[in-house]
């Protein structure tokens, strides 16, 4: 059966894409829903303050199961209990909750010092009716409010990723003059993509390395003034195969700004100076700069693997791996243990159920760059128990997955490793594998489940 063939046959018996949440049950999907997308989003940017106009439990429920899955991260000033809410009730389904509404906003403006405010509306105001813009438009000479309709039955949190940023373009973004040599950052969704934070920091020195600011958004000080650069742009990364191609095509039709996609945020020398010369054939950046930054940085990070090298060649050589993780980690973490490394991918299950449409691309870059004969099976499956079962009686001996994997680790014979969400069992704060760098702390965090005396 060829790779085509069988992820295809495998997808038929995952939840289907066009339903997100699916019909029936699911074990522990790795991923909230859309109001959590849109809620991890706005945390993401600093000044911006968060309002959920939802029921009581929806914001403790996002704490515990997007932001401390997210690395054991806390929500900052304005998240988890400090998040207003209308904290919407049976009542309110009756009678409407539009008065409720007006009175968070009211009190928040007042309490909360930010830039600006994202009102995200949950499952109860979906079903109840509520004119949330007319109540918004009451306050519009007062404050910034950016209005994202989310509910949960939506999707999940990349669905609310996109909705965030639909919602900004509509409503706050106006055309600027295009500032060369600008780029925005963008398919880097905040918490679902546990090493986000890291990750954005990367990308923003490296290509500042060859002379280009990046617009990462994102943990930036001024993040709200970030977004509204965004139409300044001369071009548009999207640094993953699915997430964040809405945002970067609304942007496109509204301010004509390009955009260059790539599978996922790179990971080792090998696929980050790919990035590099890729962004710098696009924006005109001269050869022999990036050359340069390529050559240095090449040259220390092959110098640093070479001290892996006999626990590498000793201890795990050309050993199978899998892999449960969304669609950008698996891409990232397979074609870096298989080009750099020598390792042998067996099976990647991927989690983030992303849309059928995007699915064969996916595919394409877990597959077409790996320099190796033996290609992986590849499963999307977004229940936990059955990605659990499918790694039975397999050959491999290392597992890159999310911590839910952690306990069946043993019982597989595999050296587990944290590379998705949700990470409850390490604490991330700047840490990622992004980039030359962190190419070398992959290594590292695998070695060191089985390094000692030789």
Not at 113 to 139: N, Q, T
Not at 199 to 211: D, M, R, V, Y
Not at 296 to 321: K, M, N, P, Q
Not at 379 to 407: G, H, M, T, V
Request: proline letters at 6%.
């Amino acid at each position: 059966m060829s790779i085509k063939e069988n992820s295809d046959a495998k997808t038929n018996e995952s939840i289907s894409s066009s339903d997100p949440l699916g019909t029936g049950s699911i074990e522990a999907p790795k991923y909230s829903c859309a109001l959590g997308g849109a809620y991890g989003t706005a945390l993401g940017v600093y000044g911006l303050v968060p309002l959920l106009h939802s029921g009581l439990g929806c914001g403790m429920g996002q704490l515990f199961g997007q932001l401390y899955a997210a690395g054991q991260n806390a929500g900052g000033p304005f998240g988890g209990t400090s998040t207003p809410t209308s904290g919407l009730v049976e009542e309110h389904v009756i009678f409407g909750g539009e008065d409720k509404l007006r009175k968070l906003i009211e009190s928040s403006i007042e309490v909360m010092k930010g830039d600006a405010f994202a009102l995200i509306s949950g499952c109860i105001p979906a079903l109840i009716g509520d004119d949330m813009e007319a109540v918004i438009r009451e306050f519009e000479d007062q404050v910034p409010i950016i209005y994202i309709n989310a509910p949960g039955f939506n999707g999940n949190s990349y669905e609310g990723y996109e909705l965030f940023f639909e919602a900004l373009i509509d409503q706050i973004l106006v055309p600027l003059p295009v500032e060369k040599g600008m780029v925005n950052i963008l398919g880097v969704v905040p918490n679902q993509h546990i090493f986000w934070k890291g990750e954005l920091n990367i990308i923003k020195t490296l290509l500042e390395k060859i002379g280009l600011r990046a617009n990462i958004i994102f943990t930036e000080p001024d993040g709200f003034e970030k977004l509204k650069e965004l139409p300044a742009a001369e071009y548009n990364l999207v640094l993953s195969t699915w997430n964040g191609h809405r945002a970067a095509k609304k942007l496109e039709e509204k301010f004509g700004t390009p955009f260059i996609t790539f599978p996922s945020v790179p990971v080792g020398p090998k696929q980050t100076s790919k990035f590099l010369r890729t962004v710098s054939e696009k924006l005109n950046v001269p050869e022999e700069v990036v050359e340069k930054v390529i050559e240095e940085e090449e040259l220390r990070t092959y110098r640093f693997i070479e001290y892996s090298g006999d626990l590498l060649l000793i201890v795990y050589t050309h050993a199978y791996f899998a892999v449960v993780a969304d669609s950008n980690a698996a891409i990232n973490v397979t074609n870096f243990m298989v080009n750099e490394l020598g390792l042998l991918p067996d099976i990647i299950q991927l989690t983030d159920n992303p849309p059928e449409e995007y699915r064969e691309s996916i595919i394409k870059a877990l597959t077409e760059d790996l320099e190796i004969e033996s290609l992986p099976e590849i499963i999307f499956e977004p229940d936990s128990y059955e990605a659990r079962e499918k790694l039975r009686d397999r050959p491999f001996q290392l597992l890159f997955a999310s911590s839910l994997e952690a306990n069946s680790a043993p019982e597989l014979d595999a050296l587990h490793v944290t590379v998705g969400f949700p990470a409850y069992d390490r604490m991330i704060l700047g840490d990622s594998y992004a980039g030359y760098h962190g190419g070398l702390r992959l290594i590292e965090d695998y070695m060191n489940n089985f390094a000692g005396p030789l």
